[in-house]
């Protein structure tokens, strides 16, 4: 089954902002913040479904992957009611490969208007075995006839058939 090579993965970011930037913004005051993500060797992105999980989340406006590098970026709009709460990402990875090692991946914060103050993080990669949570998976999970329904099912067949006859 082709879910089942998926990893779900959770980026979450928190934006405190500065006395001093504090003091500059107005309660309407918007940030944006570009959260940057090395991808594990290994793995590759399915760009659709991060734009379906991104479309959750209000305060994501857009992302952008560089192929090349391996790294994806989400630009957050934090207005000033977020400041200090924690913003979390759903996104997921495909695994092109079995990888019995993961080396930690690097995380990248910035203010899109001063990169040059950034944290930057070696995140471990951290698994718990699920599959995604897909609604039409779990649409048919829940759909799917228990043993018992289909053993009725199949009487309730041979009954019809037999008083057809």
Known sequence: MPWLSEIKTKTCVTYTPTARDQQLAKDVFNRTVVVEVQLPSGVRLNL?????????????????????????????????????????????????????????????????????????????IQFQPSLLGYSFVEAVQKARPSLEQLAEMHQKRSRSRTDNI
């Not at 495909?94 to 944290?119: G, K």
Request: proline fraction near 6%; hydrophobic fraction near 40%; aromatic fraction near 16%.
């Open 48 to 124: 659709r479904q991060i734009g379906f999980f991104l479309s959750r989340v209000p305060e994501a406006m857009y992302f952008t992957f560089n192929e090349h590098a391996n790294k994806i970026n989400f630009f957050l709009n934090v207005p000033s009611t977020s400041n200090g709460k924690q913003i979390c990402l759903e996104w997921c990875l495909e695994r092109l490969s079995f990888v019995t090692q993961w080396a930690p991946i690097e995380v990248r914060a910035y203010d899109y208007l001063q990169p040059e103050y950034q944290l930057i993080r070696l995140v471990p």
